[in-house]
């Protein structure tokens, strides 16, 4: 099956990477594409409560709730910093991916990747 992937890679503090994140895939979603989003590396900050109010910027969390709407159910969290891994073991719609090989292969079989 073909997927368009979007990689967030960025933290929250100096950009709104993550809000254009949500509204480049939802409006994949909406265009039928089928969509698959990974938070990686310092991007899993962004899946932390902490991360909007701290920056004084909106909490993305209660958006990423609304993605099943849109028919983007696969999301994915790959190698957070040491510091984010308690915050992230909460979070219930986000799956874990455990090796590099896993992450590769994802990347490896989309169609389209975008990274922000």
């Not at 254009?20 to 409006?27: K, N, V």
Request: one cysteine or more; proline letters at 3%; charged letters at 15%.
């Amino acid at each position: 099956m073909s997927y368009t992937l979007f990689i967030a890679t960025a933290t929250p503090l100096y950009s709104s990477n993550s809000q254009d994140m949500l509204e480049a895939a939802m409006s994949a979603a909406n265009a039928e594409l089928t969509v698959k989003i990974v938070f990686a590396f310092d991007g899993c900050w962004q899946l932390t409560t902490q991360s909007g109010k701290q920056q004084n910027r909106k909490d993305i969390n209660k958006q990423l709730a609304l993605l099943a709407l849109y028919d983007i159910d696969e999301i994915f969290y790959f190698m957070p910093p040491e510091a984010a891994k308690n915050s992230l073991s909460a979070i219930s719609f986000a799956q874990t991916i455990e090796r590099i090989d896993e992450f590769d292969s994802l990347v490896n079989q989309a169609t389209h990747v975008m990274v922000f």
